[in-house]
């Protein structure tokens, strides 16, 4: 005769329900399929629901499940599998720590930009027409570099600008229509 136990768990455990193959989260409480002494594994709290009457049959639903799957399997270990070495995937791994850390290099080598030029352009202070032909690295320089004497000649007709001064307040200031 098989049995369902409750046992007090004093951890969260994901599992798979023996009687149903469902994944699920054990909880404060783990229901355990013993048969005999012998313990057959866990059941989810969906099964427990159903009851003693209706686990049979939620079993043999679940058995016509693994031996479809065990077909499939079979026929499918027929076959030959062509597979990377467990190198080929160490190294793909390697790579791509080493491209996220160039990305994390990029960001941090990115310099930041200077809230008071993006203000200037966001807000039409700086027309249209003076930035509309700049290439998108004179922009980034424009928005990013303190230094004006480190600008190319084609963005100095945009010096002007800088020099306005804006207050602090009114560029964190908050929109009234929000």
């Not at 686990?55 to 031996?67: D, G, I």
């Amino acid at each position: 005769m098989l049995r369902v136990e409750l046992r007090r768990s004093e951890f969260t455990l994901s599992g798979v329900c023996v009687t149903c193959g469902a994944t699920y989260v054990v909880e404060k409480v783990e229901c355990i399929l013993f048969m005999g002494d012998r313990q057959i594994g866990n059941v989810c709290e969906a099964c427990l629901k159903k009851g003693s009457g209706k686990l049979s049959m939620v079993l043999r639903k679940q058995a016509e499940t693994l031996r479809q799957r065990a077909k499939v399997l079979d026929e499918l270990s027929s076959h030959s599998i062509d597979c990377p070495t467990w190198n080929e995937y160490l190294e793909a791994i390697e790579d791509k720590d080493r491209e996220s850390e160039k990305l994390n290099r990029d960001e941090e080598d990115r310099p930041l930009m200077i809230q008071s030029r993006v203000f200037l352009i966001g807000e039409g202070i700086v027309p249209r027409e003076a930035i509309e032909g700049l290439s998108s690295e004179h922009l980034r320089m424009f928005l990013t570099e303190l230094d004006i004497s480190k600008w190319p000649i084609e963005i100095h007709h945009l010096k002007k600008y800088t020099e306005i001064e804006i207050d602090d307040s009114y560029l964190f200031r908050i929109d009234e229509g929000m």
